[in-house]
Every structure is written in C-alpha cells, then in structure tokens.
C-alpha cells in the first residue's frame, strides 16, 4: 500500500463509518452512551474535509487523520482513534509503502499502544481483541490470500468467540453480565472498518 492507495481507502473508510452511524449508535446504546457511530461520523467527516489537503507520504496522511480525529470529540473512542494513527505515523516513517507483513506489525504496535493509553487488555472483549485477531491472521495468511477477506473474517470471528463473554473494561462493564450475548460496538466498528479498507 502506498499514499495513493491510503487516501483512497481513507476515503471508503468515511464512507463506511457514515454508512455504520446508526448501527454502532444502537449497539452502543445497549452497553455505553449510545454515541459510537456519531463520533465515527464525526471523524469520518473531519477526515473527508482534510483529505484534499493531505500530503503524499505515509506518515503525513495518517499524522492528519489523527488530527482529525482528535477534533472529532470527547469521546474515549474518538481518542483512542487518534492515538492510534499518532502511533502509526511515528511508527511508519520513513517507509513509503507498507507490505502486508508491515501491516499487521503495524496493527500489534497499535494494540499495544491503545491497550497503554485505554487500560484494556486482550481477552476484555474490546476493539483491541478485533485489531489483534487481524494482525494474527495476516500473519498467518497466504501471501496470495485477500488481505480485505482475511481481516474481515478475523474480526468476524473475533466477535463470535466474544459474544458470549461479558465486557470487562469501559462503560460497558457496568453492565458486564447484561454485555453477555452481544457484541462488543468498538469491534463492530472494527469489521466495518475492515470491510470498507
């Protein structure tokens, strides 16, 4: 993947997180403040904005969807969002096109990073199990297996070993017995991510 290629999935990325909105609002409704898919619009809207504007190289584009994000709003999400993309871009300079093996290295770092910032662990039925479960698949795939279907796959089953687990960070855990059977929202927000990507 290089920069053009990065714009052009930042840009199916917004449209996906608009698209999800009213979903991950739902879902989030069960188990937080119901406001997850508008603070990925949010996002998704601050980056579309920026994107014209983005420069060409890796770590410039994911440095300013970290800015935009970090605009989006208050919300934990939002933040671990910009987090996220801070620690690419530090993490992805001065490369200039990113493999698939660079990818999931680049999600593991990311995990790490996120769980520091968040407090949450793998295993707490959070996007972090859904990040994690796709670098470990990208890792294991076939060099000439779809890396869309092997991340959309890996999230997919991430969610359904999780379901029946309660939460046990976030707002979510107040309700931990009540999260047992639903999805966790921040990794349905992970699989629309990756279906879009």
Do not use: Y
């Not at 698209?19 to 579309?48: F, I, M, S, W």
């Not at 199990?129 to 092997?150: C, E, I, K, W």
């Not at 999230?155 to 979510?172: E, H, S, T, W």
């Amino acid at each position: 993947m290089n920069a053009t290629q990065l714009k052009a999935a930042l840009q199916r990325w917004c449209d996906a997180m608009a698209q999800a909105a009213p979903e991950l609002n739902a879902l989030d409704g069960r188990l937080g403040d119901g406001d997850l898919g508008a603070t990925l619009d949010k996002c998704a809207a601050n980056v579309r904005a920026a994107l014209p504007a983005m420069p060409d190289a890796l770590d410039g584009i994911f440095k300013s969807v970290a800015q935009a994000c970090a605009k989006a709003s208050g919300s934990s999400f939002g933040t671990l969002l910009a987090v996220a993309f801070l620690g690419a871009a530090q993490w992805v300079a001065p490369r200039h096109t990113l493999r698939r093996a660079d990818i999931a290295e680049l999600l593991g770092v990311s995990v790490q990073k996120l769980g520091a910032r968040g407090g949450a662990s793998l295993g707490d039925k959070t996007m972090l199990d859904a990040l994690d479960a796709v670098a470990r698949a990208l890792t294991q795939a076939d060099a000439d297996a779809d890396g869309r279907a092997v991340a959309r796959d890996a999230v997919q089953r991430a969610l359904d070993d999780f379901r029946d687990k309660p939460n046990k960070i976030g707002r979510a855990r107040m309700f931990a017995d009540k999260s047992i059977g639903l999805d966790d929202p921040g990794m349905v927000a992970i699989l629309r991510m990756a279906e879009a990507l």
